[in-house]
């Protein structure tokens, strides 16, 4: 017999998104408001696990064709280039700046490294749930 | 950064382009590269030579981490150029001598000898050029890590393998006692400096760690300079191409302890343990390594005695010499200080004459295929040149004229009678036995260099026990062994030579308090002495070296001839075994394979490092249960906390594993409902998300979990596990009421006020959670999150690389 999970695909697809979107929101709120990059990573790896646990595992991997290892290590790598950028201007590892600039359509918005440092943790972690997960998953033994 | 500092650190630069010179130009031999940096360095440091006059001392300063008083001095005086010179020239020579010892074949990893022998060489000029104690221990230590690829370079022998690991066992402990030394000496004198240190000797002579700091220094040098009983190393070490042989275990690498303990004479010498140390160790070394190479069969294993022998030598000269610090009156003073001179001149002459023969071993071995004296014989006529540059050499190093060795000889007998007539450290009752001892030694010396030369080079030629046809080595390979064979020459000859340029400033920096300002030492060499004892002395040893000689086929059978490896290796070997299994012992009772196991093992330590650190610092507290406020709690907060508590009593009595993960899941998501109380959405918000994703995870591994068996636990075990975890808990308690009540008395204001305040002005960001983590902490968020990463792959290597059984791990 074979086994229809209408029900479940249908709401997967518009869930799905809503929190993939939900998690970007999450991630750029984070130096405001209750988010960052942690939450953000969490937030998107349990969409893309929704994803994999509704769907099966060969159909997303081609939808979604990440390496996740490649991933943990640019965010890795991303993270420590931000720290490393501080040495540019004479000061000590991980030094954050900000700056208000006046931006077209945005307004004034606040631009500060600390956001591409968090864009390397949530990278480092997506990378890490689902790697951990997946590798478990794609066991058969 | 001055010229001396680029020329410590120019070896290493060079080691860089090594493996693509070895790439690049296959056709040529990577040494031909290699051997323009020593020459360059030798010539360069030429310069220095003082002409005339005392030399005056060059301190050069790069800081390194100035805030520990450590800095990268070059320190250039007359002893750091004595050994820069011996560490470029014979370095030139050997590299010189290697291009036609190893072939460019192409199996033959030619890039990594050099890239190890660059490394060496950078390391030695860093010990003997630096001021700093802790820039030399590291020099030092990457020295006997060089020194130990070099001996393992032919690594699929098994005895390389062994010699490296025995070397590196034995350097590197001596190594970390001496940075114990070094410490010492710096909470003595505040500094790192050795001026400095030097500067301050008087004072700290007095003080209780001045001896234990001796102590721990001495063992760095003698384990270094292989001296008894720590020699055992360097006989395995000959398992090392011969190039390295003659450049490492005999010429440069050894002598560091010779170095260190020469540097550090101003400071400790005039003691009368540095005194008989020294020279205690110096005269066993010598007599127990001459004795032990004339039973050895392999040419090289005689010359790596001769050399632990040669060493005691030129230790127990430093050791008698250091008397001459305890006088300040300088006519007494250089009665005994000819015994430092002759460890200055013979430390020159055994590199010229130890370095030949190596090359000379080597040539041998090389172009007949065998080291093993029973084999050999009769290569007089065959190899005239190797046969020549032998008996210069050996003649030198037995001590006969007009060789260099037989002035520093001579030079060792005086220094040796000279402290007989000493009137402190109680030499007046044993100071006899320093004339005999080194008479005896060189009796043996002389034979068993009597011995090396007569069974390589006379008798019968024996072509069947030769695994080639023996012919004259190529003129590339006689060129190293004969520039050295002639300064042995040299030197023997015209011994002044070496006397203002190069004695005279060593000198002058191991005795500093002898001179006045501007003066120097007057060293003058010269053959005849008239008849006096030294020459009786040499007379006696020739004869006596002769009846040994005669007579060693009356005890070639005895059992002391037939054993060839030192006894002191049984103590090495099961020493290295004990320590084997001891750690497996260890290993296996710790390492159960039960991950409940390591978690107790975890637990448990928590429990006393946190408890016993709350008890010494005194800050346990209980106030907070007396003025326990329970402010308002709404009936809400009420239902949470008693769900909470009540699901997890529940926990130890859940037998299927499926209501075990939704339990705890319930545990979660009600603690994150605590945090939505306490105002805490990023903590809720993780929580939550944590939770999800370990649902999915937990299911997946619930998969691949067997069913869950009912266990029989024995009292024991279930007691220890309730102790355990009601340990835990009283302790988090405990220190949860002691922080409520600590805060409440001392009156710490919260660390949270200054995120508060801060977190808007210092990182410009509103959610103060986030600003510490990307922020203020964020080092720690980089290490978090590398933490992930590394346990990520640890998983994927677990699950993707399987072991099958039967793997070597």
């Keep these: 017999m074979k086994t229809n999970f209408l029900m479940l695909h249908t709401i997967t697809r518009i869930v799905a998104f809503i929190i993939l979107s939900f998690s970007v929101f999450l991630f750029f709120a984070g130096h405001n408001n209750p988010g960052g990059g942690f939450i953000g990573g969490l937030m998107t790896a349990s969409a893309l696990l929704l994803l994999y646990v509704s769907f099966d595992l060969k159909t997303i991997k081609r939808v979604i064709p990440f390496n996740y290892s490649t991933m943990i290590a640019v965010g890795l790598l991303i993270a420590i280039a931000t720290g490393l950028n501080s040495f540019l201007f004479g000061d000590p590892f991980l030094t954050q700046y900000f700056e208000y600039y006046d931006l077209p359509v945005l307004g004034e918005t606040e631009l500060t490294t600390a956001l591409p440092f968090d864009l390397g943790i949530y990278l480092v972690v997506v990378g890490v749930a689902l790697l951990t997960i997946l590798t478990i998953a794609e066991d058969d033994a | ?809």
């Design chain 2, 1 to 809: 950064m001055s010229t001396l500092h680029y020329l410590v650190l120019a070896p290493f630069i060079m080691a860089i382009f090594v493996p693509f010179f070895y790439k690049w130009f296959r056709n040529i031999h990577t040494g031909w590269f290699v051997l323009i940096l020593p020459t360059v360095l030798f010539v360069y440091l030429l310069q220095y030579l003082p002409v005339g006059g005392p030399m005056e001392p060059l301190q050069l300063t790069v800081p390194w981490v100035p805030s520990l008083g450590i800095n990268f001095t070059v320190y250039l005086d007359g002893l750091s150029l004595l050994f820069a010179l011996l560490i470029t020239g014979i370095g030139a020579l050997v590299v010189l001598y290697s291009i036609y010892y190893i072939a460019n074949k192409k199996d033959e990893p030619l890039n990594n000898f050099y890239v190890y022998l660059l490394m060496f060489m950078g390391a030695m000029l860093g010990v003997v050029l630096s001021d700093n104690l802790i820039v030399i221990y590291v020099f030092w230590e990457l020295t006997s890590l060089a020194s130990s690829l070099l001996i393992a370079y032919w690594f699929h022998k098994e005895k390389s393998r062994y010699g490296a690991q025995k070397s590196m066992f034995i350097t590197v402990t001596g190594g970390f006692s001496m940075l114990a030394g070094f410490s010492l000496l710096y909470v003595m004198t505040n500094t790192f400096s050795i001026q400095e240190i030097i500067a301050q000797a008087g004072t700290i002579i007095n003080d209780p760690l001045f001896i234990p700091a001796m102590l721990l220094i001495l063992l760095g040098a003698f384990t270094k300079s292989a001296q008894f009983p720590f020699h055992i190393w360097l006989p395995d070490a000959m398992e090392a191409p011969t190039p390295v042989s003659a450049y490492l275990h005999s010429a440069t690498m050894v002598k560091a302890g010779i170095y260190l303990v020469a540097r550090l004479t101003p400071v400790f010498g005039g003691t009368a343990q540095w005194f008989w140390l020294l020279t205690i160790f110096g005269l066993v070394t010598l007599v127990w390594g001459s004795v032990s190479a004339i039973r050895q069969k392999d040419l090289k294993a005689i010359l790596a005695f001769s050399t632990i022998s040669q060493l005691g030598l030129i230790m127990s000269l430093l050791g008698l010499g250091s008397a001459a610090v305890h006088y300040d009156v300088a006519n007494v003073d250089m009665l005994y200080a000819t015994a430092v001179m002759a460890a200055v001149f013979h430390l020159i002459n055994h590199a010229t004459f130890k370095g030949s023969l190596f090359m000379v071993v080597g040539i041998v071995d090389h172009e007949t295929g065998t080291r093993d004296i029973r084999n050999l014989g009769g290569l007089m006529t065959i190899m005239p040149i190797t046969f020549t540059i032998s008996l210069i050499g050996l003649a030198s190093m037995a001590g006969l004229p007009p060789f260099n060795g037989f002035l520093s000889k001579e030079m060792f007998f005086t220094g040796t009678l000279n402290a007989t007539t000493l009137d402190i450290f109680n030499v007046s009752t044993w100071g006899f036995l320093f004339p005999v001892l080194a008479w005896i030694a060189s009796v043996f010396t002389f034979a068993y260099c009597m011995i090396m030369f007569f069974r390589t080079f006379t008798g019968k030629y024996q072509p069947e026990k030769l695994k080639k046809e023996a012919h004259e080595a190529p003129v590339g390979m006689l060129i190293s062994p004969i520039i050295l064979a002639s300064l042995v020459v040299i030197f023997g000859l015209f011994p002044n030579l070496l006397g203002y340029t190069i004695i005279e400033p060593a000198m002058q920096s191991i005795l500093p308090n002898l001179l006045a300002e501007g003066d120097r030492f007057y060293v003058n060499i010269y053959h005849w002495h008239g008849l006096n004892p030294e020459l009786f002395m040499t007379i006696g040893v020739v004869l006596f070296g002769m009846l040994v000689v005669l007579n060693l086929k009356r005890w070639q059978e005895t059992t002391f001839f037939l054993k060839e490896r030192d006894p002191l290796n049984r103590v090495y070997d099961s020493g290295l075994d004990g320590l084997i299994a001891g750690s497996q012992r260890v290993t296996n009772f710790q390492m159960t394979g039960l991950l409940r196991d390591y978690f107790a093992f975890m637990m448990i330590f928590m429990i006393f490092l946190v408890g016993w650190t709350f008890i010494q610092f005194d800050a346990l507290s209980f106030e907070s249960l007396a003025m326990f406020n329970a402010g308002e709690v709404t009936p809400f907060l009420w239902v949470i906390t008693l769900v909470l508590i009540a699901a997890t009593l529940t926990m130890p009595f859940i037998q299927q594993r499926i209501t075990a993960i939704i339990v705890v899941g319930v545990i979660g998501f009600l603690v994150a409902l605590l945090f939505v109380v306490f105002r805490a959405p990023d903590l809720a918000l993780t929580q939550l998300l944590v939770e999800t994703v370990m649902v999915v995870l937990l299911l997946l591994a619930f998969y691949h979990l067997p069913e869950l068996r009912r266990e029989k636990f024995t009292p024991r075990f279930r007691f220890t596990n309730l102790a355990i975890s009601v340990g835990m808990g009283l302790m988090v308690t405990i220190i949860a009421l002691s922080v409520h009540a600590l805060r409440q008395t001392a009156g710490f204001d919260p660390i949270s006020d200054f995120f508060v305040e801060a977190s808007v002005p210092l990182a410009g960001g509103y959610n103060m959670v986030n600003v510490i983590l990307v922020d203020f902490r964020g080092l720690d968020t980089l290490l978090e999150v590398l933490v992930l990463a590394i346990a990520a792959l640890g998983v994927v290597t677990l699950i993707k690389h399987k072991f099958k059984g039967g793997e070597d791990v």
